[in-house]
Antibody
Framework: QVQLVQSGAEVMKPGASVKLSCTAS????????IHWVRQAPGQGLEWMGE????????KFAEKYLGRMTMTRDTSTNTVYMELNSLRPEDTAMYYC???????????WGQGTLVTVSS | EIVLTQSPGTLSLSPGDRATLSCRAG???????LAWYQQKPGQAPRLLIS???NRATDIPDRFSGSGSGTDFTLTISRLEPEDFAVYYC?????????FGQGTRLEIK
């Protein structure tokens, strides 16, 4: 079955960088895009960007341009998301999600909580 | 970007009731590329509906979606206790993908 397993919770200082991972299994990794979606405490869902595992092409929401990087390792079926210059308002649950060929997220990781605090 | 507005913000109903959740878009969503997700506390979102009206795998048939253009609806025909959660609509027609702010379905 399709599974996305994300790395564990992180506590970071303002100004630092965090790198999260998302390891996929149960399907052909290079066939489907991966999205990153975040959710601040008590808030809604926000799309951050996407990576195409085949070739590594990326697309970002405008607010994350220049501050977010996504990479992938096809040997381990893992995608990475790095967010730089962290601020307290980046405190959120970060989800990776597999993207169906038509563009919606059909399987989600369990989420990684990132807390940014001095 | 396409702004999605969900209403009501909170819906208080009882098990067995019918729930009607609305999602209105600031501009036309092409190809009916509108999805609905359910999120329970402490859990990741779960896909319910894609393409406006197509139930995802293992989603009970009491969940149905309808609509077109700018107005979309998620209907739960007869609420079960496990249906009380937050529901989000999402458009995936135009980048950036956008979500509505959510409707909280609570037990009355």
């Amino acid at each position: 079955q399709v599974q996305l397993v994300q790395s564990g919770a992180e506590v970071m200082k303002p100004g630092a960088s965090v790198k999260l991972s998302c390891t996929a299994s149960g399907y052909r990794f290079t066939t489907f895009l991966i999205h990153w979606v975040r959710q601040a405490p008590g808030q809604g869902l926000e799309w951050m960007g996407e990576i195409k595992p085949y070739g590594g092409a990326t697309k970002f929401a405008e607010k994350y341009l220049g501050r977010m990087t996504m990479t992938r390792d096809t040997s381990t079926n893992t995608v990475y998301m790095e967010l730089n210059s962290l601020r307290p308002e980046d405190t959120a649950m970060y989800y990776c999600a597999r993207v169906h060929l038509f563009g919606y997220q059909d399987h989600w990781g369990q989420g990684t909580l990132v807390t940014v605090s001095s | 970007e396409i702004v999605l507005t969900q209403s009501p913000g909170t819906l208080s109903l009882s098990p067995g009731d019918r729930a009607t959740l609305s999602c209105r878009a600031g501009q036309t969503i092409g190809k009916n590329y509108l999805a609905w997700y359910q999120q329970k506390p402490g859990q990741a979102p779960r896909l319910l509906i894609s393409g406006t009206s197509n139930r995802a795998t293992d989603i009970p048939d009491r969940f149905s979606g309808s609509g077109s253009g700018t107005d979309f609806t998620l209907t739960i025909s007869r609420l079960e206790p496990e249906d009380f959660a937050v529901y989000y609509c999402q458009q995936y027609d135009t980048s950036p993908l956008t979500f509505g702010q959510g409707t909280r379905l609570e037990i009355k």
